[in-house]
């Protein structure tokens, strides 16, 4: 399963890129701070309809070019991999159960790191 909150940032990342735009820019436009749109296209914060219009506004483009899922961008996850492989019910359920600790722990983990990032803004004031 491709995670379409990677597909838009990647998207969303790449016509910034290509129109020599920065986060800072898209932030002013959306009238919110470089921080959350940081977080937005790193993963950690979901981007809501209105946003994903507003950005598509900003770039030029329409809403469906920013989650457009590219033919190269395959299914990387291994626990998918195995899913289709095994052949009991009770194997795809113990698969589907460690696959949804997985996003839990890697959520988590991103959690804390910005978390700390931003406990470590406020010290350095």
């Not at 159960?97 to 890697?106: C, N």
């Amino acid at each position: 399963m491709v995670d379409m909150k990677v597909v838009i940032a990647g998207n969303i990342l790449a016509l910034l890129k290509k129109q020599n735009k920065k986060q800072t820019d898209l932030a002013d436009a959306l009238g919110t701070k470089k921080q959350t749109v940081n977080k937005m296209l790193n993963g950690t914060r979901m981007i809501n309809a209105v946003e994903l219009k507003s950005i598509a506004e900003y770039l030029g483009v329409k809403m469906e070019e920013l989650t457009r899922i590219s033919s190269g961008q395959a299914d990387t996850n291994v626990v998918h991999a195995f899913m289709g492989k095994v052949q009991s019910e009770q194997a795809k359920q113990a698969l589907q159960i460690a696959d949804e600790i997985s996003d839990m722990i890697l959520f988590h983990k991103r959690v804390r790191e910005n978390g700390n990032a931003m406990m470590d803004a406020w010290e350095d004031d």
